[in-house]
């Protein structure tokens, strides 16, 4: 039996102006969900000439997720996305070019060429870089979110996490800890359905991984994470009851992972039928037809904005193409921290 309360989607334009969007809001949401998917089909170009080191990995069918959850974000508010969250880094205002330059293993790159392709982010927009132990960045947020409490600062800390990953031990003490201090952090499931090629129902026993915030002591909500502007509503609302004392949510997108875990993965594991269904449901095609549907989106529009989405990928490539590779002398530089890099002592 079901715990978690299940978000309906949203129904009007009247809905989503209450939600705080105006019509410009709306088309740069859909401007931000077209770079994010070409992005990642620019970076399976990349991969397959070679100009990617490593694997590859997408989060094609997340892109609703991301960018709703990310547009519902604060200024002042920080993030830990994982490799499916690449529409939060374009939101928070990751250039695209630096991002390819991220993949390629550049200098440009926000790690400046020392780590994972997709192990990125920048700080001075509010982001913090992930590692391959995907819920470990939960505790990391949690930590952000305590001190915001000590310092009495009006923000909120958001962390991502698989299905598969809620399986580890720190995937629950960061929410117990949460939970039990009423911290201003808001927790993301991306449920694309598949660890790998695990299936939910390997997975857990409940009916949602969002039930298992009731035992924290805090609010589940699961939202179909292919509609945008759901997404969008539920995010928002949890992270402003966060804002104001509220204590933390777990929201669960759900969504399939319509590509393998990686470029080498052709996820044969995956019904056909599965696929099928859930190309119908595409967050692209479901946000322009709402789009069109609700607010008056044009032909003329939305040429225009896969122009410049197109215009902006060609040269976002080119340049980071130009990006030099990081030098040797420079492997140590933002590693180890010095005293002088530190403002304040960290026992004061």
Known sequence: MAVAREAEPVSSLTEIKEAGLDREDLLGIYRHMLLTRGIEERGHILYKQGKIPGSFYT???????????????????????????????????????RIFAQFMGRADGPTKGKDGNVHMADDRLGLIAMVSHLPAMLPVAVGCALAFRIREE?????????????????????????????LPVVFICDNNQWAYSTPTHLEYACEHIADRAKAYGFEGVVVDGTDVLAVYRE???AIEKARDGGGPTLIECLT??????????????????????WA????????????????????????????????????????ADESPDPDVDTLLDGVYATPEDLDTPHHK
């Open 59 to 97: 989060g094609r069918g997340n892109e609703a997720a991301s960018v709703g959850i990310a547009t519902a974000m604060g200024p002042e508010d920080v993030g830990t996305p994982l490799h499916r969250d690449m529409g939060v880094h374009i939101v928070r205002g990751v250039e695209p070019w």
């Open 256 to 277: 399939l992972r319509m590509e393998g875990h990686a470029v080498h993965d052709d996820a044969s594991y995956v019904p056909k039928e599965m696929f099928e269904e």
């Open 280 to 319: 119908k449901r595409d967050p692209l095609e479901r946000y322009r037809t709402w789009l069109r549907e609700n607010a008056e989106f044009t032909d003329e529009e939305e040429d225009e904005i896969r122009s410049q989405v197109k215009k902006l990928l060609n040269d976002a490539v080119q340049r």
């Open 154 to 182: 009006k923000r909120v800390a958001l962390t991502w996490f698989g299905e598969g990953a809620s399986a580890r031990g720190d995937t629950h003490e960061g929410m117990n800890l949460a939970g039990v201090r009423r």
């Open 235 to 237: 995010a928002k609302a």
